[in-house]
């Protein structure tokens, strides 16, 4: 499963910081075709070889916790104690 990151609290305050009149509707609405157009413009990389397809969305991947990969890391939760 993955989790793409709709911030709709962000698109709001985006929105009051441009003094752009919208409602809570209007905001999720951005959101979502904020991912969209991230997921149009990452398939195009993927698609003319820039990237390989894990290489841009594996951050995203979701694990057993609820937590995305990229989550995970930034915790400390990828880190593995070394031997010797």
Avoid: C, H
């Avoid at 009149?21 to 820039?50: H, K, P, Y």
């Amino acid at each position: 499963m993955f989790a793409l990151p709709a911030n709709v609290d962000g698109v709001e305050k985006a929105f009051d910081r441009a003094k752009i009149r919208a409602d809570r509707e209007q905001a999720q609405r951005t959101a979502w075709r904020n991912i969209r157009d991230w997921v149009l413009a990452q398939m195009a990389f993927v698609e003319s070889g820039a990237v390989e397809i894990d290489e841009v969305f594996l951050p995203y991947l979701m694990g057993r916790g609820g937590q995305t990969l990229y989550q995970a890391y930034r915790s400390g939760g990828l880190l593995t104690e070394g031997k010797g």
